[in-house]
């Protein structure tokens, strides 16, 4: 199947080690925010999401932090396992907005 | 279904040929929407609809781009005339209400020769 971001930048961690995937937002008006994940040759899968009136939310094995004051959202993964390769993408809105923003996203890369 | 279903799943076209690619949401899912992402790139708004009606169409690149709902339910983005600039991964995704979560389907490639 075809590479998904192939000129992204690349985040190479080892199995077992836990990941964490940075994304900066553009708009201060954004107050809702999702890291999906995308396999080659598949649509974006949703992994969690946040709102602004949160600063952490944890999933299983996930966590996502929010920093409005610096506009930056990070993914955590634990336990990085080889499943997780793939190309992460953050996504803001905003909530008058139908439309979601994607980051550049981050290829995440997992070594045996 | 389960999940957003899209077809087909890859096209060739030839420049000038119109095209025709179908969505079919998740059951009960009020919002729907297109995106269009490039190689290596992150998906782009094209256009955004609430039941049948078409509410956002800021992010289609040209008139030659046209989308519908007719019923609310299953949607079909139309490019006229198509162009190698065309050529892409065209995603759909819906979600129960505006402003939650989105699920995509797994896209359509087109590919303009």
């Known amino acids: 199947g075809e590479s998904v971001g192939l000129h992204l930048p690349t985040l190479s961690v080892q199995e ?14 954004s107050d809702y925010f999702i890291w999906y994940k995308q396999e080659s040759g598949k649509g974006p899968q949703f992994i969690i999401d946040i709102r602004s ?11 996502v932090l929010l920093n409005k004051t610096v506009k930056h959202l990070s993914l ?15 996504a803001e809105n905003t909530g008058t907005a139908s439309k979601l923003t994607f980051g550049t996203g981050t290829r995440l890369q997992v070594t045996l | 279904g389960a999940g957003v279903s899209q077809s087909p799943r890859y096209k060739v076209a030839k420049r000038g040929q119109d095209v025709a690619l179908r969505c079919d949401p998740i059951s009960g899912h009020v919002s729907l929407f297109w995106y269009q992402q490039a190689l ?30 007719p ?4 949607s079909t983005l139309k490019i006229q005339r198509t162009q190698q600039e065309d050529s892409a991964v065209y995603l759909c995704a819906s979600s129960f209400l505006q ?11 087109l590919t303009v020769v």
């Open chain 1, 16 to 29: 077992g080690d836990n990941s964490i995937i940075n994304c900066a937002y553009s708009n201060s008006a």
């Open chain 2, 99 to 109: 402003n939650t979560e989105a699920f995509f389907g797994q896209g359509t490639r």
């Open chain 2, 40 to 69: 290596g790139q992150g998906p782009e708004f094209l256009t955004y609809f609430q039941n049948e009606a078409q509410l956002d169409k800021s992010g289609l690149p040209s008139d030659r781009f046209f989308a519908e709902r």
């Open chain 1, 76 to 90: 955590q993964i634990a336990a990085t396992q080889p499943g997780d390769s793939a190309v992460y993408f953050c």
């Open chain 2, 71 to 74: 019923e609310g339910s299953v």
């Open chain 1, 53 to 63: 009136n949160m600063d952490k939310r944890q999933g299983q094995r996930v966590t």
